[in-house]
């Protein structure tokens, strides 16, 4: 298993050609589950067994049941929930990543990857305008920022608050499951603010808070800078002034839709960014990068280093002089992987302003799309999109229509769409991510509604 023999060699051979032809796919196909659970596993019952297998046996079974039973996220096909378009770049490095066993726990053993990576997290500091000292690291995904960097925030407001009461956060009514999920598991409430429009504002913010008896066990203030289900970004100035005036940890919650800071077109919309005491971006969606992989960035890494930083004696060793940086320090994990790596290769090798440009052509399809529902008379706009969702009435729908239409649409392999709701009302959304999705497209998925 560990020495190159002929089994490695063959390895070698089958499973690179697998992944050329992969990654040669263009556009890549979406595929659909064909298979019942049933059948999956009557399939794979028994290939793991105590004696070896052909490697091109084990990889046939990979290409004929399970690939084509996993909705491809990364083909523009695929316009639900949030998908993924990784550069060719990317994935590519991501196999170096992994053939090295490269980790990132901390710089004594990793310091050039390390270092890499924290050109990339000084890149997306630099965009949200944080200050120098800011910093941080890569961790799995949102939810893994969120619940770190609100840990951070926790531990912070009891040093100035006390340890004897149960903290509250502020949060909006569209604020991510993790941020509900992430509370409960630290042990603080959610002090929901009701939103008009679903989009958080200072003024909302600072009517709930005084309208309540005793807000003196507010932590800190959540704000998201694009809602997975409409792409809505709240009022970040307004509610980061607010935090500041409040002596509140003010966490910004970008995992889809922080990457929009790179779009010159949309950057002022992020107005008030800058104020936050922790950010996270998932480049795993709109950085173009393979999963899993988010940007957790702190405005004063220190506080989180006091927060999170394990101590052992066998960990003694990694905690050493001046100016190294342990990623493991400003995050809940010890072991992880170097993340961060895929994403700084395409970078380097595409350049910012490709980044740039590509978001763009997301946000640009969502404003053409929207145009083309407003034209047609069976359907109905919700609200304009902000970034690369769109929501959608069509008139006359039920649920069950609405679930029709998505489930022959995916089984044609047209699309992969599937409803969402919007005040309790099952609606139609679409979410662009990838560059290669086109109008084209739009105009077909659309032509499925008319009567």
């Not at 200072?202 to 003196?216: K, Q, Y």
């Not at 795993?284 to 220190?302: G, M, Q």
Request: net charge negative; charged share 25%.
């Amino acid at each position: 298993m560990h020495e190159v023999d002929q089994t490695t060699e063959q390895l070698v051979r089958s499973v690179l050609a697998y992944a050329e032809n992969r990654l040669r796919m263009d556009p890549v196909p979406l595929d659909r589950n064909m298979l019942s659970a049933g059948e999956l596993y009557e399939r794979l019952d028994g290939l793991i067994r105590d004696t070896p297998r052909q490697p091109d046996e084990v990889l046939g079974i990979y290409s004929s049941v399970i690939a084509p039973s996993v909705i491809s996220a990364d083909s523009p096909r695929f316009l639900g929930f949030i998908p993924a378009a990784p550069t060719k770049a990317s994935l590519l490095f991501d196999m170096v990543v992994s053939c090295a066993s490269i980790q990132g726990i901390s710089w004594l053993e990793a310091s050039g990857a390390i270092a890499a990576e924290n050109t990339v997290l000084r890149l997306i500091a630099d965009e949200a305008g944080l200050p120098a000292s800011a910093g941080g690291c890569f961790v799995s995904g949102g939810s893994a920022g969120n619940l770190s960097a609100l840990a951070v925030a926790r531990e912070t407001a009891k040093q100035r608050l006390g340890t004897g009461r149960r903290l509250r956060v502020v949060v909006g009514t569209d604020a991510h499951s993790s941020i509900v999920n992430t509370l409960r598991l630290l042990e603080m409430d959610a002090f929901v603010v009701e939103t008009r429009d679903h989009r958080l504002t200072g003024a909302s913010i600072r009517a709930a808070v005084e309208a309540d008896p005793d807000p003196s066990d507010i932590a800190a203030l959540v704000c998201t800078s694009g809602t997975t289900n409409a792409g809505i970004i709240d009022d970040l100035a307004g509610a980061g002034a607010l935090a500041r005036e409040r002596d509140w940890w003010f966490h910004v919650d970008g995992a889809y839709g922080g990457s929009g800071i790179f779009a010159r077109s949309l950057r002022p919309r992020y107005d008030g960014i800058e104020q936050a005491d922790s950010f996270i971006l998932d480049p795993h969606k709109w950085l173009f990068t393979p999963f899993d992989c988010c940007a957790l960035l702190y405005r004063d890494p220190e506080l989180a280093r006091s927060t999170h930083t394990q101590d052992a004696s066998y960990l003694d060793v990694i905690h050493g002089s001046d100016g190294e940086w342990n990623p493991t320090d400003y995050a809940y994990h010890l072991t992880r992987r170097a993340r961060g790596l895929p994403l700084w290769f395409s970078l380097a090798v595409y350049g910012v302003d490709a980044y740039r440009e590509a978001i763009e052509v997301a946000a640009r399809l969502a404003r053409e799309t929207a145009a083309l529902i407003e034209a047609a008379p069976q359907l109905e706009l919700i609200r304009e999109p902000e970034l690369g969702v769109v929501l959608f009435r069509r008139l006359g729908w039920s649920a069950e229509d609405y679930d029709k239409w998505a489930q022959q649409l995916h089984e044609d392999e047209v699309a992969f769409i599937p409803p969402s709701k919007w005040d309790d009302e099952t609606v139609g959304r679409f979410a662009f991510l990838h560059p290669g999705t086109s109008l084209d497209l739009v105009r077909e998925v659309l032509a499925r509604t008319e009567p």
